[in-house]
């Protein structure tokens, strides 16, 4: 007997007959005599469809009425899932952001959570109750209803797990789990039954978009156990948590991530003098632009070359920049690639191991892949490679690492 959160995201409450469906699975749950938060997302497309309607009247919607608007869509799922509940002989209530008390600060359409009262799910759990709270949404100070950002309600489950305590926090979505790598790359990808916290990060922030990121970083800080699991069929999901202790048994590498979002800029015949990564990269980053790998190679005749990447969206403005700062200090040349493509071998594994990277760069010998530039973290080691291999090197290292899906594990 425990106490579970459930968050339901928009396919998994997509139309009526899916919203019986959640009902009749929070049921099983209760059954087995646990209590059970349920968060809601909006049913799919409804925020699309409500911010649509937004874009109708005006370009740039005041922030504030967006929220009011956008907030809707979450209250008619907890309605809608309450009555199923209450159909099947169950007791449950529903609350907004601002019924239950979700403080947030007054960041209209990207709010952050700042405190939870737990007071009323608290109650209702007491009384045999189901509480099905509205995700996405809190309320600032002044009581003016605010959203967290597209995909919040992950958010939202996290963050009343950790209010409450809760044993797991159960994010229901329309796949099975998260996976060693994208299946539509590699075909025998597999579920991974549990990864942790930090791994999750690194393949999230390099386009496993299972979960909202923020709701990851947010798990962990608080410890809350987070399963992804399908509400479409039976499965024990992937458990993202901390690292057990006994890692004998653990992968050295959990997952393959990758993503094609990246460009390449090189600046040629760079004084070899202190200050010029500053004087390249300070206007980068004043800028705003993010910056991910770099590379400085060594010099032979008093000049070197500099490389990083940055989002492709920014490559323009970067590649602009990059050409006042090198006429300023007299190099030779800017030059710009944006077919370029990152792929990184991620699993915690590696930190008690050598000889992961020799793996990964024999194996991408082996297929004849150039690799461009290196960069490794304690958990991670990516390489930029030219884009049009990119598949092939995520199969290559997917086999590599023993990752791939045989008829044993399947
Ligand atoms: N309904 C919101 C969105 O579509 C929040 C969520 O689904 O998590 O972004
Ligand atoms: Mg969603």
Known sequence: MALIVQKYGGTSVGSV????????????????????VVVVSAMSGETN????????????????????????GEQVSMALLCMALHKRGHKARSYNGSQVRILTDDSHTKARIREIDDSRIRADLAQGSVVVVAGFQGVDENGNTTTLGRGGSDTTGVALAAALKAEECQIYTDVDGVYTTDPRVV????????????????????????LQIRSVEFAGKYNVPLRVLSSFQEGPGTLISYEEDNQ??????????????????TVRGVPDTPGVAYRILGPVSDANI??????????????????????RNDRKKAEAILQDVAKGMGAREVI??????KVSIVGVGMRSHAGIASTMFKALSEVNINIQMITTSEIKISVIIDEKFLELAVRTLHTAFGLDKTDDNA
């Open 17 to 36: 007959e899916r919203i019986e469906a959640v009902a009749d699975r929070v049921v099983r749950f209760r059954d087995e005599g646990h209590d059970v």
């Open 248 to 265: 004998m048994e653990a992968p050295l590498i959990s997952g393959i991530a990758f993503n094609r979002d990246e460009a390449k800029l």
């Open 49 to 72: 469809r409500l911010i649509g309607l937004a874009k109708s009247i005006v370009d740039q919607p005041d922030p504030r009425e967006l929220d009011a608007l956008v907030a809707t």
């Open 187 to 210: 075909e025998r990808a597999k579920r991974l039954d549990r990864i942790t916290f930090e791994e999750m990060l690194e393949m999230a922030s390099q386009g496993s978009k299972v």
């Open 290 to 311: 993010e910056v991910d790998v770099i590379v400085q190679n060594v010099s032979a005749d008093g000049t070197t070359d500099i490389t990083f990447t940055v989002h």
């Open 336 to 341: 710009g690639d944006d077919r370029i493509a």
